[in-house]
């Protein structure tokens, strides 16, 4: 997501891990959760294909949602059908976003985006 033009207009580099966050960063801001690698096709018992899903969560000020709503937009198109078959990465499908919600111990609105990358064996 780092330097990525479009999103960066917005975010600047407050991309973090969710983990990782140790304090409320400057709004707006991106917070990410990778989640378990699960084998998707075997040959002869040993995985051959992968799936890993991602959540983005996308956080700004007590408001309107119309700037988390743009950003939305701008990781979906930044990850929809993405691929990097050189890195395994055959395919990256939107799985859902999510409705509205108010975060008040970050004191945010927020919306999360998902998505799902399909991993080869290279």
Avoid at 1 to 17: D, F, K, N
Avoid at 23 to 38: A, H, N, W
Wanted: no cysteine.
């Amino acid at each position: 997501m780092t330097g990525h033009a479009p999103l960066t207009a917005y975010v600047g580099s407050r991309i973090y891990e969710s983990s990782r966050l140790q304090e409320v960063p400057t709004k707006p801001y991106i917070m990410y959760k990778m989640f378990v690698i699960q084998p998707e096709m075997m040959g002869d018992d040993v995985p051959k294909v992968y799936t890993q899903s991602f959540q983005v969560f996308v956080h700004d000020v007590v408001g309107d949602f119309l700037r988390i709503d743009e950003i939305i937009g701008v990781l979906k198109n930044l990850f929809l059908n993405a691929s990097d078959k050189a890195e395994g990465v055959e395919i990256t499908r939107w799985i859902d976003s999510s409705e509205d919600f108010k975060d008040p111990d970050m004191g945010t609105n927020t919306r999360f985006i998902r998505f799902r990358v399909l991993y080869k064996e290279v």
